[in-house]
């Protein structure tokens, strides 16, 4: 008979050994990043030009998967890095069949409003 951990004792136990030092890192990478970007899109009237404002909603998006992962242990990782390959390859192959047409080269998928290029991944 095995003795099974509460869930939230197992997240506490997950927070503890927490890569804070990494977490201030990239959000200090991101701050300023965002503060650049935020001076060269300044519009003459003073509003904020679209591609700044998507950034900030990818930040957001870029910070919940980094959240995730980084509390996917480092094993549970690394059985599924093949994988993980594997589909990366696929997804780079189907881009010049699936693909869509950006200024003349065929990098992107486009799901919906947005687009997606598969060697970001």
């Given at each position: 008979?095995s003795?099974r951990?509460?869930?939230p004792?197992?997240?506490?136990?997950?927070?503890?050994?927490?890569?804070?030092?990494?977490?201030?890192?990239?959000?200090?990478l991101?701050?300023?990043?965002?503060?650049v970007l935020?001076?060269?899109?300044?519009?003459?009237?003073?509003?904020?030009?679209?591609f700044?404002?998507r950034?900030?909603?990818?930040?957001?998006?870029?910070?919940?998967v980094?959240?995730?992962?980084?509390?996917?242990?480092?094993?549970?990782?690394?059985?599924?890095s093949?994988?993980?390959?594997?589909?990366?390859?696929?997804?780079l192959?189907?881009?010049?069949?699936?693909?869509?047409?950006?200024?003349?080269?065929?990098?992107?998928?486009?799901?919906?409003?947005?687009?997606?290029?598969?060697?970001?991944?």
């Open positions: 008979m003795l951990v509460p869930v004792f197992v997240l506490l136990r997950e927070l503890a050994r927490y890569p804070f030092g990494l977490l201030a890192l990239c959000l200090a991101l701050g300023v990043s965002l503060v935020r001076s060269a899109a300044l519009a003459p009237d003073g509003d904020l030009l679209p700044f404002q950034q900030i909603v990818w930040s957001c998006a870029g910070l919940a980094f959240g995730t992962v980084s509390l996917c242990p480092y094993r549970w990782l690394g059985r599924r093949g994988l993980v390959y594997a589909l990366g390859l696929v997804a192959a189907a881009v010049f069949v699936l693909g869509s047409k950006v200024n003349g080269s065929r990098r992107w998928f486009s799901l919906g409003p947005v687009r997606v290029q598969p060697s970001e991944f």
